[in-house]
């Protein structure tokens, strides 16, 4: 009893456990390609602009977006009305 439970279930456990690792980092890989931080349009919305000022820019679906420009992680940031991000200050 002893010898099936060495050669059968413990390798299958580890199999298992493997596997599961495998797919735990078959997701971490999908996830680096979301994007990360503001899209360029809110950028490049408040170039030339200061903080406080608001803009518009097209949306990701083609919509206007109307923002107040922000400083966020050291950029200014064009955040959408009723937003409130990480990062942003409100000076």
């Given at each position: 009893?002893?010898?099936?439970?060495?050669?059968?279930?413990?390798?299958g456990?580890?199999?298992?456990?493997?596997?599961?690792?495998?797919g735990?980092a078959?997701?971490?890989?999908?996830?680096?390609?979301r994007?990360?931080?503001p899209?360029p349009?809110a950028?490049?919305?408040?170039?030339g602009?200061?903080?406080?000022?608001?803009?518009?820019?097209?949306?990701?679906?083609?919509?206007?977006?109307?923002a107040v420009?922000?400083?966020m992680?050291?950029?200014?940031?064009?955040?959408?009305?009723?937003?409130s991000p990480?990062g942003?200050?409100?000076?």
């Amino acid at each position: 009893m002893k010898s099936f439970l060495t050669i059968k279930i413990v390798p299958g456990i580890a199999l298992l456990a493997l596997l599961m690792c495998t797919g735990c980092a078959k997701d971490d890989e999908h996830s680096d390609n979301r994007h990360q931080g503001p899209p360029p349009e809110a950028l490049q919305a408040c170039s030339g602009k200061q903080a406080g000022d608001t803009v518009e820019f097209k949306g990701r679906r083609g919509e206007t977006v109307t923002a107040v420009c922000r400083e966020m992680n050291g950029a200014l940031v064009a955040v959408p009305e009723g937003a409130s991000p990480k990062g942003a200050r409100n000076d």
